[in-house]
């Protein structure tokens, strides 16, 4: 099985800071990586699929990039709405693998 | 606009049993995947299984004891337990599948919490 990993476990920026998160597969996913927004308290929002395509909605601020086993999720940034944990996902012959996650909050 | 409203939070004791629902509305619900995520309190996401609507084709992950069902004509899947433990105390969502030959969930459900307890 594919394992996710995801770094750091969290962290702490002031707003207008730029912030990235990792996230590394244990072997070649090519750009089958998924990146999701959960509020405190909601559902988890897709944001970015395919490793680097925003979904429809979501500001550009926000982008991916990556392939292979690395990829990397950032904030341009940072706004107070997106305090959240940010989960990476693979997908893989109908298997779902999710990231432990990365919690963000404003410093 | 694609919905997916779920059924609402359940309690129940150890060794009981519980079917939860997921209803599509506002696209064609027969051609997308719908899946089931589990989030244990403070933890992280699980993907649980996916069943496709218009022929019940079903995958499961093998971490999970569950049964997952839909009935096409009422827009609306199941997730079902036969013997429920504490450890199942969880948030579970619906999750729907951006298409076929894509890896992602576009659309969740607002989820339905499950407390299991004596």
């Known amino acids: 099985d594919i394992q996710m990993t995801q770094s750091p476990s969290s962290l702490s920026a002031s707003v207008g800071d730029r912030v990235s998160i990792t996230c590394q597969a244990s072997?070649?996913?090519?750009?089958?990586l998924n990146w999701y927004q959960q509020k405190p308290g909601k559902a988890p929002k897709l944001l970015i699929y395919?490793?680097?395509n925003l979904e429809i909605g979501v500001p550009s601020r926000f982008s991916g990039s990556g392939s292979v086993t690395d990829f990397t999720f950032t904030i341009s940034s940072l706004q107070p709405e997106d305090v959240a944990t940010y989960y990476c996902?693979?997908?893989?012959?109908?298997?779902?693998?999710f990231g432990p996650g990365t919690k963000v909050d404003i410093k | 606009e694609v919905q997916l409203v779920q059924s609402g939070a359940e309690v129940r004791k150890p060794g009981e049993s519980l079917k939860i629902s997921c209803k599509g509305s506002g696209y064609k619900f027969s051609s997308y995947w719908i899946g089931w995520v589990r989030q244990m309190p403070g933890k992280g996401l699980e993907w649980m299984g996916i069943?496709?609507?218009?022929?019940?084709d079903t995958t499961y992950s093998p971490s999970f004891q569950v049964t997952i069902s839909a009935d096409k004509s009422i827009t609306t899947v199941y997730l079902q337990w036969s013997s429920l433990t504490a450890s199942d105390t969880a948030m579970y969502y619906c999750v729907r599948l951006g298409g076929s030959y894509q890896g992602y969930f576009d659309y969740w459900g607002q989820g339905t919490l499950v407390t299991v307890s004596s």
């Open positions: 395919d490793a680097s």
């Open positions: 072997q070649d996913i090519s750009k089958n």
């Open positions: 996902q693979h997908y893989d012959n109908f298997i779902f693998t």
């Open positions: 069943i496709y609507p218009g022929d019940s």
